[in-house]
């Protein structure tokens, strides 16, 4: 069966190493939506030994402190669900008070028009701050 | 401003230590929701030192892997999102097929009846397994 992360990136490239790759998603109002995308075709993240979750959700967390910093969000959404891709991913989330779903779940019921701009070199600049903070970081 | 989580235990307890509780939540439909919630009042999970956020996953991918063990879910949801009660906590969530909202969200569009039965015991069981899992387990 195709699996549409293991056919395709997902998203802009924003950063990756030989495990996981993280992607800008275009998501209409929501200029501060990543995905990391665990490489590996894994169905859930007890699949996956114990020292590659810990890379995982470091590089997730990293994602949110780059978002924090660069947009400073009411709130991040964080999410790990897969039920129509099931391959480890993460939805990580700059989330406002004036976006379209807030305070329901992107997911959820669409509260408003609520498009919000942003500069256009957002994923650039996610990019550059991602791989700021990552070089720094252990990896395990 | 008064926090739900900070007030109340916010389900059926199942496990604690100093820094965290694990709880049962009472969902019609959805016998394999737990809730991993922080006990001090923190908005983000990049709020909280490595340490904490490490025995924070880790506790999440503990839950993961006993509703795994106990109830086969076609897929396991986990997502921390905070919108209404900005305090950390993250759902962990055994997903069927036949469930109410399956593939959608549980947030999203309810997809048909999908009330799910399951031994009334559920949650004594997931709080036997998950103190076996958690007693053997590194903390940090």
Known sequence: ????????????????????????????????????????????????????????????????????????????????LGNFTPHVHWHVIARFRDDAHFPQSVWGERQRAGRRAAPQDMPARIARALAARLASAHST
Chains 1, 2 share one sequence.
């Open 1 to 80: 069966m195709a699996c549409d992360l293991c056919a395709s990136v997902g998203g802009e490239l924003l950063w990756q190493d030989a495990r996981l790759r993280v992607v800008h998603v275009e998501e209409a109002g929501y200029p501060g939506y990543c995905r990391v995308i665990w490489k590996q075709h894994v169905r859930e993240m007890t699949d996956l030994a114990q020292a590659d979750r810990n890379h995982c959700m470091n590089t997730v967390f990293a994602v949110e402190a780059v978002l924090r910093e660069l947009m400073a969000p009411d709130k991040v959404n964080i999410a790990s």
